[in-house]
């Protein structure tokens, strides 16, 4: 009786055993599966902010490369896209932009229709007087629209908690923005036949900080600020900006070349150095006999084909600095926030400093 008491439990235990081991391998399942789902997500994620941020960076930089190539605007940027072309939207008679804000013109870069990890075009806002809507000879000192090294830009960034970035960033010259997916009522639907598809509405695609009230679609009407607003249910963009410094430490290069001239002799204090017996001209105001001078370039008689009234019109020969050491060796700063670049003629020699 009692073997067979203990065959009869025998079954009821093993059963109980297996039915244990069934849901702790079902509890292991689940879990596996809820962590694999994780990671997936995660790294699809990861992969989509990594092809955000490549896209901005993208776009950053071939911005100020836009600006440094100009043939006859160096220091000038395109006007935002507002009809969703691909290219700038300048009015020509009013003589500036059509808006402050827009998609990011990726035809007039010379790039692709560049997008975000979530296949979004990029927008672009712009501080109004760096547009190259403004022409040469409507630009001056009494009209308050010249752009130079130490004119600032126009525009505040804020961080997520709402304050302003420090004044080595700000105020900053332009901002690119990726918008990420679609959140609440934005509505993208596709306007026409655009490479980018979407429309051109501001608000369907750039979100609103509920913390700080600040509008990313319209820059809030606080002489334009912008906020790199921490993720959530309603705000996912990402951005990026120019700051005068990343801007001018490029832009300013190419205007000391042209201040210098190039070797072929055609332009600048190299013009003038083959065309005066060898001697660069006195600094202004310093001469006729000046070793050791500083002060800034004359501008006569120094033939810049092209840039001769870009120059003078933005007042880029009071911001540079002149020194004159000797006939045949002079050397050409322009400062730019936290930096400068320079370059020495020893004759028709150049040596330019780094970066």
């Not at 022409?135 to 752009?147: E, F, H, M, Q």
């Not at 004119?151 to 918008?179: M, R, S």
């Not at 959140?183 to 655009?194: A, E, K, S």
């Not at 060796?329 to 970066?355: E, M, Q, R």
């Amino acid at each position: 009786m009692i073997w067979c008491h203990v065959v009869a439990k025998h079954p009821r235990k093993a059963q109980q055993g297996f039915v244990a081991l069934l849901v702790v391998f079902l509890v292991v399942l689940a879990t596996a599966a809820y962590l694999a789902n994780a990671l997936n997500s995660n790294m699809v994620n990861t992969d989509k902010d990594i092809r955000t941020s490549a896209a901005l960076a993208e776009a950053k930089a071939a911005l100020i490369n836009w600006s440094v190539a100009n043939s006859t605007m160096p220091g000038t940027l395109p006007c935002p896209d507002t009809d969703n072309s691909g290219t700038e939207n300048p009015s020509i008679a009013a003589q500036q932009c059509l808006a402050k804000i827009g998609r990011l013109p990726w035809q007039t870069l010379g790039l692709k229709d560049i997008r975000d990890g979530y296949g979004e075009c990029l927008w672009y806002a712009l501080t109004p007087v760096y547009g190259d809507a403004i022409p040469t000879a409507a630009r001056s000192v009494g009209a308050g629209n010249v752009i130079n090294s130490a004119v600032a830009g126009a525009i505040t960034i804020q961080d997520a908690t709402g304050a302003n970035l420090p004044p080595a960033i700000n105020p900053v010259i332009a901002v690119i923005f990726a918008a990420g997916p679609a959140l609440n009522v934005q509505d993208r639907t596709t306007v026409g036949n655009p490479v980018c598809g979407g429309n051109v509405t501001a608000s369907n695609y750039l979100d609103t900080d509920t913390a700080s009230g600040i509008d990313n679609s319209t820059g809030n009407g606080r002489g334009d600020t912008f906020i790199a607003g921490a993720p959530s249910t309603s705000f996912n963009d990402k951005l990026v900006y120019i700051t005068a410094h990343e801007f001018y430490q490029s832009v300013s290069k190419r205007i000391v070349r042209e201040l210098l001239g190039n070797v072929a002799g055609n332009s600048g204090l190299i013009h003038y150095y083959n065309n005066n017996a060898n001697t660069f001209p006195c600094p202004l105001g310093k001469g006729p006999v000046c070793p050791g001078a500083v002060g800034n370039i004359d501008p006569t008689g120094l033939n810049y084909p092209q840039l001769s009234l870009w120059l003078t019109n933005n007042n880029w020969f009071a911001t540079e600095t002149y020194k004159y050491t000797n006939p045949t060796h002079v050397k050409v700063t322009v400062p730019y926030p936290a930096g400068s670049y320079s370059c020495d003629a020893n004759a028709n020699i150049f040596t330019c400093s780094s970066p």
